[in-house]
């Protein structure tokens, strides 16, 4: 065994860390001799920390590991001594994981045993039919022990046990051209969007690659306390705004979608908020005693206190709402309690046109910062058209770096959202 800081590193840690050095990649090794933390170099020249342990070393050696290139934001690595793309793919449904061992000519027998499964046969593989004209090869098959490894999803024990695997997309046959550099990124991205809308077409699988958490993706966790036991409602809440906070809570891993949700919930609030002066105008006349509704000149003042307020642009009607239902210290409270939610609302680098949120600004409120961040974000969603939204505002897509990066921003709407719903809500009648 060789010795690392007076620790025996067993055999294959040491055949790891031998084969990792003729590349050059960076292996630290932990106190106690029993998993290496090795970087392997992804595209655009970063790379990804991957842990081996005992367990999973002899599936890295036999993957030959030393040849990988991690590609982009994908759980995926070009082989360059193989020629191959592997493309690790989320788990599709029980339904559509039978229909894809069905393609891949697994028996009807095994399938009835594996019913209900999110897992592919260990033996499953499915070969596209290839085009005389193009060097391209396809096939769907298990995924790569050592690419699995690379998730952390499974010991060694669930991933020799025939069928815990996930499927995974192999491509090979790409130009050098298509492989050079980033654009690698791009033949993988537009490969994996193809097949996606043919699969989901043709049969009715959708094949979604997996990627790896992105920059601000990682979600702090809610506050907890286990003491503290749950009491009686005391507030009764909107069925509407409840209905659309509780659609924005459902949509786990669809961030554009659940943002927009939450924007609903204190949408949904604007009239209520945004023209409470007028309202309360409104109200003072009508509420009058000597008010009547059959005179013109009564009718007359009611005019007037509604033409005196003129109409709120939507930006506008968000920070009026703001305003009203949460105070500049909770905000700056919320923002402050996780060190990396306040750096990445304040980067100046953060998300591609939106604005940061600055706290030591005392020219402008809070809350109008924190509208302008949150507007601008619904703006790049809503718009999502060629050419943008207004002030030719880039796309916001799907599935993008920038989407999977909304999380501090979908925390931060969330927290306004609950801030709407208790501003909006009557004390409940059965206290």
Not at 328 to 333: M, N, P, Q, T
Not at 366 to 371: H, M, S
Request: aromatic residues 8%; neutral net charge.
């Amino acid at each position: 065994m060789e010795q690392t800081a007076g620790v025996p590193l067993p055999g294959l840690l040491h055949n790891i860390k031998h084969r990792a050095q003729g590349p050059g990649f960076k292996v630290k090794t932990n106190g106690d001799g029993t998993h290496l933390t090795v970087q392997i170099p992804a595209t655009g020249g970063g790379h990804r920390q991957v842990l081996i342990d005992r367990d999973n070393a002899q599936f890295f050696l036999d993957a030959e590991f030393e040849y990988w290139t991690f590609i982009g934001e994908y759980v995926a690595v070009h082989h360059a001594s193989r020629g191959e793309i592997e493309v690790v793919l989320l788990p599709p449904s029980p339904i559509e994981i039978r229909r894809l061992n069905t393609l891949g000519g697994v028996e009807r027998g095994v399938l009835n045993r594996l019913f209900g499964s999110r897992a592919l046969h260990a033996n499953f593989n499915l070969e596209f039919e290839p085009n005389p004209k193009s060097s391209l090869r396809l096939r769907i098959a298990a995924t790569s022990h050592a690419l699995m490894s690379t998730m952390g999803l499974t010991s060694r024990a669930a991933l020799t046990n025939g069928i815990a695997r996930l499927p995974s997309l192999y491509i090979s046959g790409l130009s050098n051209k298509d492989l050079a550099g980033e654009k690698v990124i791009a033949s993988v991205a537009e490969i994996v969007d193809a097949v996606f809308v043919e699969f989901d077409m043709n049969y009715g699988i959708k094949l979604e690659p997996r990627r790896f958490p992105g920059q601000g993706e990682a979600r702090a966790a809610d506050s907890f306390d286990p003491t503290s036991l749950p009491r009686i409602p005391r507030l009764r809440y909107s069925h509407e705004a409840t209905t659309l906070y509780r659609y924005a809570a459902s949509a786990s891993g669809m961030p554009l979608l659940s943002f927009l949700a939450y924007y609903q919930v204190i949408e949904h609030s604007f009239p209520s908020y945004a023209e409470r002066e007028t309202l309360r105008r409104l109200r003072h006349i009508v509420v009058d005693p000597t008010f009547n509704p059959h005179r013109d000149a009564d009718l007359a003042r009611l005019s007037l206190a509604i033409k005196g307020k003129s109409f709120q642009s939507e930006r506008e009607q968000l920070k009026s709402t703001l305003h009203y239902c949460v105070t500049a210290e909770d905000l700056r409270s919320f923002i402050e309690s996780d060190e990396l939610r306040q750096n990445f609302l304040g980067a100046r680098k953060g998300l591609n046109g939106i604005p940061q949120i600055a706290l030591k600004d005392d020219k402008q409120p809070l809350q109008d910062q924190v509208a302008a961040r949150i507007y601008e974000i619904r703006c790049r969603i809503v718009h999502s058209k060629d050419g943008g939204g207004p002030n030719d505002a880039p796309l916001l897509l799907p599935f993008s770096t920038e989407a999977r990066q909304l999380t501090h921003d979908i925390d931060l709407i969330r927290f306004l959202a609950q801030k709407v719903l208790i501003a909006g809500a009557d004390k409940s009648t059965w206290i």
